[in-house]
């Protein structure tokens, strides 16, 4: 199927590793230009780049920490100056911080997760919402999580941060609308990447993992890119608003599969 994305100006955040990175090379499959944004590891960017660049695709790599106000104004700028703006941007950049309950978490990291997750999201989106909606076109997809949904003891931060995305993406989907832009939101569940290694790695961490999960198996970074793709392309124009979970079924809740 062709998505229609060839050359189009997409920019991914945090595209330098884990999902974000499997996002950018589908989208330069699909023969799209793309702005890698990156926070840390700037050696996993400039090598991405030179990687696209061997293989002939157009690729760029920014620096700028997304929960800073000033940052992505500058990066967004600087895409402005060098391509004219983008098509479609992908809030991708997100952290989970360290696990505490919330009556032993610092604040300070808790509070941190709150402005990479949720302020990251609306800040990019906000300067990206300026020019699509001038243009009368452009898709905002933003990551979210199955945690938007169900409770994660450890990680309130996370968790509220992700349920906040998803209602953030509502809200800038019914603005956005009159003017033929669309936001919505994908959710990744289990997906095997670096950061999780740990779970999937270890015999007894990855069967208590599979219990969660219907289709007993872990994702991998590529359904997740896949998705991604047709969601932001004119094969799903009519869908915005909502959040697509992409979890092998854990929002389904397994655990009542043999009753209540």
């Known amino acids: 199927m062709n998505l229609g994305l060839h050359s189009k100006r997409i920019m991914v955040t945090g595209g330098n590793s884990g999902i974000g990175k499997s996002i950018v090379m589908r989208f330069i499959e699909e023969g799209a230009r793309v702005v890698i944004n990156y926070h840390s590891h700037p050696e996993f960017a400039k090598s991405l780049v030179s990687a696209i660049g061997e293989k ?149 961490g990855l069967r208590d993992l599979l219990q969660k999960i219907p289709l007993n198996r872990v994702g991998n970074v590529d359904e997740v890119a896949k998705m991604a793709a047709v969601l932001v392309s004119d094969v799903a124009s009519y869908v915005t608003g909502t959040t697509v979970y992409v979890d092998g079924g854990m929002t389904d809740y397994a655990d009542f599969a043999q009753g209540g």
Not at 85 to 97: H, R, V
Not at 100 to 124: H, P
């Open 56 to 204: 002939g695709g157009t690729a760029i790599a920014i620096e700028a920490d997304v929960s800073d106000p000033e940052a992505v104004q500058a990066m967004f700028k600087q895409v402005e100056d060098q391509w004219g703006g983008i098509d479609i941007l992908i809030n991708n950049a997100g952290i989970d911080g360290p696990r505490a309950m919330s009556w032993d978490a610092d604040f300070t990291k808790w509070r941190k997760v709150i402005e990479v997750n949720l302020f990251g999201s609306f800040l990019c989106a906000q300067a990206a919402l300026k020019q699509m909606i001038h243009q009368k076109s452009g898709v905002i997809l933003n990551l979210s999580s199955v945690h938007e949904l169900i409770a994660w003891s450890g990680y309130s931060a996370y968790a509220s941060s992700k349920a906040a995305v998803g209602m953030l993406t509502k809200t800038l989907a019914q603005e956005a609308a009159p003017y033929g832009v669309r936001v919505l939101a994908l959710a990744p569940g289990a997906v095997k990447t670096p950061i999780n290694k740990n779970v999937w790695s270890d015999e007894e």
